[in-house]
């Protein structure tokens, strides 16, 4: 697969001077990390900040600006940011009221990024988090949830940011991404698997005519692979399997985000979001918020993934609709 790229030790570190050269008027970092932090700050407010491995642009710098990131931490390709750039990431962020941290679960990103909260604790830091397990697919042989933490992230950082605007504390914070999390599910289908720069083989195989459902943002395979077919059984394939984790009922408000893995075309994720609209209306589902496009990639990855939020409370929907200055959002 052909890259655009000078050599892939450093594509990281050119991705980040890039990115930042191009969003100048609102993003900073600190030289040699991968620690992405907003220049307009909200003195006396909770800061959210996020992160883990590279690969997934826009996420996590893409969310980093007014009314959503303070700062986010970008490590390798699929491979999470060390403790010590967290513990940078958090100390920059930090506004006076506490850091609150959205975390993706993940085995590694998740003891990372709870050995930065506990050295920033021990440092005097008010540090609180949430563990984001959106996805819903399973192990194809043991039919396990895989709750790893995936496009539902977004929403989870989108609504804590709002209401840390609002002046919402770390303690209230905790309660409602807990809140928030419970009621996110996502579940994806690949086309095509991930070419991760520097490395020689894919991370699962496909042929051409085939599609892999359930497969992860880190390039892990899927829990059935069967034969292309159209947009709208791909629809109705995840919309079910989605309808089962919440037992909805008509009338219910959702939150619904279709996002691209990174190797697919807008007018791909339309015809998608099409189909979806329509199953949902069958359904009488009520979708009052919704996002198409690229939002948490997986490289190059052929593919997309659904995402719906249960709107539980009025002011969930107001903070996903609150303005917020970043290039991604």
């Known amino acids: 697969m052909k890259k655009i790229m000078n050599h892939p030790a450093q594509i990281v570190s050119q ?3 890039g990115l930042l050269y191009a969003n100048e008027e609102r993003l900073a970092g600190i030289q040699d990390t991968g620690v992405v932090y907003r220049k307009k700050n909200s ?3 909770v800061a959210i ?3 883990g491995g590279s690969g997934h642009e826009p996420a996590h710098t893409g969310f980093v600006g007014e009314g959503m990131l303070a700062a986010c931490i970008c490590g390798p390709i699929f491979v999470p ?3 010590e750039e967290i513990l940078q990431g958090i100390q920059i962020a930090d506004q006076g009221a506490g850091v609150f941290l959205v975390i993706k679960n993940f085995e590694k990103d998740v003891s990372n990024f709870l050995a930065a909260k506990e050295q920033a604790l021990e440092a005097g830091y008010q540090v609180e988090h949430v563990i984001v397990n959106d996805d819903c697919s399973i192990e194809e042989h043991t039919f396990k949830k895989r709750r790893r933490g995936v496009a539902g992230t ?13 002046g919402y504390s770390l303690s209230k914070l905790k309660e409602l991404g807990q809140k928030v999390v419970m009621a996110t599910n996502t579940l994806g289908v690949a086309l095509s698997p991930s070419v991760v720069p520097g490395e020689n083989t894919l991370r699962f195989q496909l042929a051409e005519n085939e599609i892999s459902f359930g497969i992860g943002i880190h ?8 034969p292309l077919h159209s947009s709208e059984r791909l629809a109705i394939e995840l919309v079910n399997k989605l309808k089962s984790q919440f037992n909805w009922q008509k009338g219910d408000q959702f939150a619904m985000m279709v996002n691209g893995l990174g190797g697919t075309p807008l007018m791909e994720l339309f015809v998608f979001s099409n189909d979806v609209r329509r199953l949902l209306a069958l359904e009488g589902i009520n979708i009052s918020f919704k996002k198409v496009g690229n939002f948490m990639t997986s490289n190059d990855m052929a593919g997309l ?4 939020l249960k709107i539980a409370e009025p002011e969930w929907l107001d903070w996903l609709k609150a303005p917020a200055d ?3 959002w």
């Open 326 to 328: 970043t290039y991604a």
């Open 49 to 51: 900040v996020s992160g």
């Open 154 to 166: 977004v929403f989870v950082q989108k609504i804590l940011a709002a209401a840390a605007e609002a």
């Open 15 to 17: 991705m980040l001077s």
């Open 43 to 45: 003195p006396g407010k």
């Open 81 to 83: 940011p060390t403790p």
């Open 305 to 308: 993934s659904l995402t719906f």
């Open 219 to 226: 390039g892990e395979p899927g829990y059935r692979t069967e």
